[in-house]
């Protein structure tokens, strides 16, 4: 019973051992699937990569917590991972305010030169008043002064000026000039006879309603100004006006990932990407013209459930295409389209998804060659936050886009891709210990069991006595 007692109690400890701490050991490229040499093109403290769509394609993680730089002596740099962004030209449309005149003439006499002058009075049914002079007065139709919101307190830009009006009864042309005013005395020419028109034909109908300029008007100074149509029997009366500003605005990058189809039966197929990808959207694009019906689902990996996306129709006519499908912000590694009340088309639609473009920004220490590296199983995140790789002062003075450029090149083999699928050290560790429990337990009750047929044997023998 001694060696009993022995033998359960190793057992017992040996369940009880501790999982140990795993010590972390330095990453080489060659725990890494694939790389690629960067090539440098100026001397710097700091560059800026763009990463190739390898990269988001075989990056084992979506976050792309797999990606390192290495430097020549295989030692992995501090770097950071930003959102590729780019500067975007907006219209943005500001309704000016906008007075109808009425005009009258008003011939004087011109004292110093001892000649007559046209001029023609402009008055506005709240009391403002307008006086112009020259020698076109006579053929000014009807006038509009234009004037910022009340609640435009900035300098407004504009670019151009959009004129709204009703769809006349007749095909119309006309022109029309522009001036502008500091004080509704002194007024100066910007545009003259600009073209305008709203032409129909059947249900077409083809308008020239804009006057492309350049000026700012300010609440304080250029405050003014005033549009004088050419005279005609028939005109267009405005409804409003639109002053049309420009100004750039940070867009977002994204990149494309154009999924694999397999088609698993007449009415349903699904296309899926080798690792989950964060997608914002997607695309769907039809090989001939036509209009499909379907119903759409997702999933997070291959293991998952499917989940209902959308049911509408993507169609191509004409030149024209069904709008992209907005997506979860989730990790996506596949969809399924089933048609609804129709087949699939011979040639299955492309389905293409789209991701917010990430830069690398790395920190050159040590000695180049650098090598950009991804594919790794048992990467944790190492990206630095901006922060922490540039000094604030700096990043005030120079933005990230000004850094020099670090141009991957051909893609390389590193680790292979046993990486993609490696298992790391914590994961062995605790796979052993889970097969040390198993192996105790087992081993408990065949003990148990060997216990329970020796007292058997024991109870027999004293009873056979």
């Known amino acids: 019973m001694k060696w009993n007692k022995g033998f359960m109690l190793g057992a017992m400890l040996c369940a009880a051992l501790p999982v140990l701490a795993v010590e972390e050991i ?83 006499a011109n004292q110093q030169a001892g000649v007559r002058s046209e001029s023609v009075i402009l008055r506005s049914k709240n009391g403002i008043e307008i006086r112009l002079e020259g020698e076109n007065v006579k053929s000014m139709g009807q006038s509009y002064l234009l004037t910022l919101p009340e609640d435009q307190q900035q300098p407004l830009n504009i670019s151009q000026l959009q004129l709204i009006w009703d769809k006349p009864a007749e095909n119309w042309q006309g022109k029309v000039s522009l001036y502008y005013s500091y004080d509704l005395r002194e007024w100066n020419q910007l545009s003259d006879d600009a073209p305008l028109m709203d032409l129909s034909s059947g249900s077409d109908r083809l308008t020239l309603d804009k006057l492309d300029i350049n000026v700012t008007m300010t609440p304080n100074k250029l405050r003014y100004l005033l549009l004088v149509f050419d005279a005609q029997p028939h005109s267009v009366q405005l409804t409003g006006v639109n002053a049309v500003r420009e100004h750039e605005s940070p867009t977002q990058e994204r990149i494309s990932l154009t999924a694999t189809a397999s088609k698993t039966s007449l009415i349903e197929a699904v296309w899926h990407w080798s690792h989950p990808q964060p997608l914002t959207s997607l695309e769907i694009t039809l090989h001939e013209d036509g209009v499909l019906p379907i119903e759409m689902a997702w999933r997070r990996a291959e293991s998952d459930e499917w989940h209902p996306l959308a049911k509408q129709v993507i169609y191509q006519l004409n030149g024209k295409a069904s709008a992209p499908i907005i997506m979860p912000n989730e990790p996506v590694q596949a969809v399924k389209i089933t048609t609804l009340n129709a087949r699939l088309p011979e040639s299955l639609p492309e389905i293409t998804g789209k991701r917010e473009s990430q830069i690398l920004i790395f920190n050159a220490q040590g000695t180049a060659p650098f090598t950009l590296a991804w594919g790794n199983r048992t990467a944790k995140s190492a990206a630095l936050d901006i922060g922490m790789l540039i000094p604030p002062e700096l990043r005030k003075e120079t933005g990230l886009e000004t850094f020099a450029s670090a141009q991957a090149q051909e893609q390389i083999t590193l680790g292979g891709e046993a990486r993609l699928n490696a298992v790391s050290p914590v994961e062995r560790k605790s796979q052993w210990q889970t097969v040390l429990i198993w192996g105790v337990l087992i081993l408990g009750v065949a003990v148990l069991l060997w216990m329970a047929m020796k007292l058997w044997r024991e109870v027999r023998s004293e009873k056979k006595e």
Do not use: K
Not at 34 to 42: I, P, Q, R, V
Not at 61 to 66: K, M, N, Q, V, Y
Not at 82 to 105: K, M, N
């Open 26 to 108: 330095a990453q080489t490229p060659q725990d890494y699937a694939y790389g690629s040499e960067l090539y440098l093109a100026a001397p710097s403290p700091w560059y800026r990569v763009e990463l190739p769509l390898n990269v988001y394609q075989q990056s084992v993680w979506p976050d792309l917590r797999d990606v390192r730089v290495f430097n020549h002596q295989g030692e992995a740099v501090p770097f950071s991972l930003e959102a590729q962004t780019s500067s975007a030209v907006v219209s943005e449309p500001v309704a000016l305010r906008i007075f109808t005149l009425d005009s009258s003439a008003d011939t004087r």
